[in-house]
């Protein structure tokens, strides 16, 4: 795939970059490598000062990278403002949080000096130069939930972000550097994906973070483990959205309808199979149907647009494949389900709502990427939760009831890394962000985040 900025409205290319030489990434490896044996001893005060510049820097920047972003993956450009806020906003958090999440902690009693000690203390200290191979769905997001908490951290980073997002991609180095991070501390790799595993098994490299496929997660996870490299990966995602009848019926349809096409629908912790039980399954579909068919589909530099692009031709046609095999298997595609009319240039896909899904329909199974929603009738909350972890993924999930019952039902026996209850599953810097199964292993932000690439000390004294 070329390093590129093609616009998903048009289809037209509008720059080329040339990949990296062997020389270059040496040279970017051991810059990293240099800055990790200084940036490693600074203190947190420092290291906060310089993510907070990064912040403030960024919210100034936020229109033009928001028009970046939406000319290079097909955002619309009000949810590239937000996504450039939420950036902002997480590295403030690390900043005014990395101290106390790796403060040394002190335990203590008779377990403890049982060992011999008389005292321990377990440190947090990091790893070393990371390499974060990220996707193009969240081009700044995805990169900034690993890159503040592994900078507070005292890591370096490298970044081999997605080949269509190239401007993005050099934009987040010139922001660090902007901030005031010294030379090396972090730098963006302008690579290929075949170029990924000779940086990954380079000695200096101490562990990487993918967001993105499981062939990509795969590919990194065996390299690693063949080189005894920690990893976090977040993978794909095909979230329940599970209504009760105890739920508010038009909170849910609302809250469905954003949740399924957030980020033209591209989005892994989007809802994507929508389970409803018997009762409410009629009027949620209808409801939901009709919403979706509201939904403006069109430029997305446009205010006004809901719904834009997909970020690439094959993406596209992924979704489609979908589709076409659902309908061809016997599913009703209540609304959408094609091209929209009208937009013959771009990479453009109405929103879709199926019903009548079966398990040997290829969507069932698959991840759909797009604004295509599968409609799921059940009869009770164990059904749900049968339904909800019919899936090889477990990223997330959101309940809708007012049963706590049902709640701690949903909570105990539902797959995945998180439980959304009567809300839109979203991540936060406060809240660990992951997934199990397919969907990946280790976690993000919050305080499991800062800590998944710390080399964590035990620190035993015995008597002088």
Known sequence: MPIATVDPATGETLRTFDALDDGDVERRIAAAAAAFTHHRLTPFEERAALLERAADLLDEDRDTIARTMTTEMGKPVTAARAEAAKCAKAMRWYAQHAAGLLADEHPDGADVHDSGATRAVVRYRP???????????????QVV???APALMAGNTGLLKHASNVPQTALYLEDLFRRAGYPQGCFQTLLIGSGAVEGVLRDPRVAAATLTGSEPAGRAVAAVAGDVIKKTVLELGGSDPFVVMPSADLDRAVATAVTARVQNNGQSCIAAKRFIVHEDVHDAFRDRFAAAMR????GDPKDEATDVGPLATEQGRADLEE????????????VCGGRRPPGLDRGWYYEPTVLTGITRDMRIHHEEAFGPVATLYRVADAQEAVAAANDTPFGLSSNAWTRDRAEQELFARDIEAGGVFFNGMTASHPALPFGGVKRSGYGRELSGHGIREFCNVTTLWHGDA
């Open 127 to 141: 790893l070393g130069v990371v390499l974060a191979v990220m996707p193009w769905n969240f081009p700044l997001w």
């Open 145 to 147: 939930r690993f890159a």
């Open 294 to 297: 509201e939904l403006t589909v």
């Open 322 to 333: 979908l589709v076409d095999d659902a309908v061809g298997r016997g599913a009703d595609a």
